[in-house]
């Protein structure tokens, strides 16, 4: 029998959500007891914050959390300062964690992240689709973390999208290995609500490196699918490991060049997918960069435009199901209701003598370039009022020399947004997901003299 539309599980008793290193197939039948276990841990009128690292206790924690009629807080960024942060403004927390929690951490709950066959059937519970279930933070990117409440609703029903997108069920069950931590948004819908939601498995063991990825997709049956990040799918092309045959890849958190997309197609004959989305909105369009740069709403969605014809683009607000509407902070041309292409995001615009330039535009340039394996352009906050302020670039490329990077950029750019100084690193402090918090940028524009 199909359950409701917005049950917890979506999948029937037999169904296989997940699969562990051991090799056990996680039935939903049996996951659902587990959860009910551990939501008899759970104190009452307490927000939960999941720390879970391993996927399987994450899932576990966040269905307990449901069916107790908890919030789950979700934040990939686990440094103490942060954590502390949190467990103010929650005013009253439990920490889920499969480790020790850190000191600062009074209230928690050790999760075992396992599944016992053969557990006494529980009920597979509707939970209303207005109800907040999870409260999410964003990546820090841009400045501080800022939380955003998600509803059951525009969480299941993207799930639904999402399926029919990438055509999760048009060949029987999907395997999924995620490199994302399921506490940052694109990770929590593509390696967690999927397994809730839709025909596929996820892969609960360690998928960061390599060869731990290579060995995640061998130990799953095929269909497979990779969900990854720009960064993570250049170390395993760079790392020329073999891998089985891939249904297909998708990509987020950051800008996906073509040329990488192209390389990945033609080395494992598969497809690249990217996702469009950010933390107040989930995961709102996709496309294949190496057919189209137009964006493509989710089903269900719609764009409107925002001081439409601006000369730095148009402002999307994105409408749909048991959701608020929401307005980015992306530049974009906007084409239709279902459909945009990406200009940048608006505060990633710089103007020097009259003219502008995107950071990410430049960035692109610069990271294209031979020998550069990783780079980005940072402006300085004077800007806009100091006359001799001047764009930074940092790189990391061991076989060129900094005046090698400056003579490519300069058959590429505008004078005006030629970087003061290129200065070579050996990584960029890019956290796990791949992203550049702003602290860490002006952290390391201070280490080198430029703030």
Avoid at 328 to 346: K, N, Q, T
Avoid at 412 to 436: A, H, S, T, W, Y
Wanted: aromatic share 6%; glycine share 8%.
């Amino acid at each position: 029998m199909t359950a409701p539309p917005f049950a917890l599980l979506q999948r029937g008793p037999e169904a296989a959500l997940f699969q562990t290193p051991e090799g056990q197939v996680v039935r939903a039948g049996a996951f659902l007891a587990a959860a009910a276990r551990l939501a008899q841990r759970l104190p009452p009128g307490v927000a939960v914050l999941n720390l879970c690292e391993q996927r399987l206790g994450f899932a576990l924690g966040f269905a307990a959390a449901l069916l107790r009629g908890q919030l789950s807080m979700l934040s990939a960024d686990r440094s103490p300062a942060r954590l502390a942060a949190l467990v103010v403004q929650a005013q009253g927390v439990v920490v889920l964690s499969e480790n020790a929690p850190p000191a600062l951490i009074h209230a928690s709950i050790h999760v075992e992240p396992r599944v016992c066959e053969g557990a006494r059937a529980v009920e597979n519970p509707v939970i209303p689709p207005e109800r907040v279930v999870a409260r999410v933070f964003t990546s820090g990117s841009t400045g501080a973390p800022v939380p955003h409440e998600k509803t059951w609703g525009a969480l299941t029903t993207r799930s639904a999208a999402a399926c029919a997108r990438f055509g999760l069920a048009a060949d029987g069950p999907v395997s999924i290995v995620g490199t994302v931590p399921a506490q940052h948004m694109y990770g929590f819908e593509t390696t967690l609500l999927l397994a809730f939601h839709a025909p596929v498995s996820v892969w609960c063991g360690p998928a960061f490196y390599p060869r731990d990825i290579a060995a995640a997709l061998a130990a799953m049956p095929a269909p497979r699918m990779l969900v990854t990040t720009p960064l993570q799918l250049r170390a395993l092309l760079d790392a020329a490991i073999a891998l089985p045959p891939l249904a297909g890849i998708i990509s987020a958190t950051a800008p996906l060049p073509l040329a990488l997309a192209e390389r990945a197609e033609a080395r494992w004959q598969t497809r690249v997918f990217e996702i469009f989305g950010a933390t107040e909105a989930g995961s709102i369009a996709s496309r294949a960069p190496s057919e189209s740069d137009i964006w493509q709403a989710y089903p269900g969605l719609s764009f409107a435009a925002e001081r439409a014809g601006a000369e730095d683009g148009s402002v999307l607000r994105v409408s749909g199901p048991f959701m608020a509407p929401v307005t980015l902070a992306d530049a974009v041309e906007w084409l239709s209701p279902e459909s945009f292409r990406l200009l940048g995001r608006r505060s990633d615009v710089v103007k020097l003598g009259g003219k502008r330039a995107s950071l990410a535009g430049l960035t692109r340039i610069l990271t294209a370039i031979e020998g550069v394996e990783d780079g980005i352009f940072i402006a300085p906050d004077d800007l806009d009022a100091a006359s001799n302020a001047r764009l930074i670039a940092f790189v990391v490329a061991p076989r060129r020399s900094a005046d090698d990077i400056l003579a490519a950029l300069r058959r590429e750019i505008d004078p005006l947004f030629l970087p003061r100084r290129v200065i070579r690193l050996q990584r960029l402090p890019r956290n796990e997901i791949g992203k550049l918090p702003q602290e860490n940028l002006m952290r390391l524009a201070a280490e080198n003299g430029e703030i």
